[in-house]
């Protein structure tokens, strides 16, 4: 069972920028109502994708220099990262089939064998 992985400002380099696998980003709030209504649609992701798609999340208040340094404004913000670059922002509340439809456009853009390595 996949679950999103918890990004500090220590782990974000290891875990983001270093990742061969895409990973998705949720930028949220505990405070933020439309972040507590994504939260579920965020788990579902990670373990409708596990082995393709990391999923993780930022917590703003933690963390505000990363909201900072990727001009995070309003959460939730979701961000999709490729190889250590951002390739797609979603910014506020998305369905589900939404989202998904948006990372899997994103991830069938991409070499076979990045995807791939994905699995391992």
């Not at 992985?5 to 933020?32: G, K, M, Y």
């Not at 939730?76 to 670059?85: C, I, K, N, S």
């Not at 951002?86 to 456009?105: C, H, M, S, T």
Request: hydrophobic content about 50%; some cysteine.
């Amino acid at each position: 069972m996949a679950t999103p992985v918890h990004i500090t400002a220590q782990n974000f380099e290891v875990e983001i920028t270093r990742s061969t696998t895409p990973v998705l980003v949720d930028f949220w709030a505990a405070w933020c109502a439309p972040c507590r209504l994504v939260a579920p649609v965020v788990e579902a992701l990670a373990q409708d994708n596990a082995g393709t798609l990391k999923v993780a999340k930022v917590d703003v208040d933690e963390a505000p220099e990363l909201a900072e340094r990727y001009n995070v404004q309003s959460i939730p913000t979701l961000a999709l990262f490729v190889q250590g670059q951002l390739v797609k922002w979603i910014v506020g509340y998305v369905p589900k089939p939404e989202l998904q439809r948006q990372i899997d456009a994103v991830l069938r853009t991409l070499p076979k064998r990045t995807v791939a390595s994905a699995n391992v």
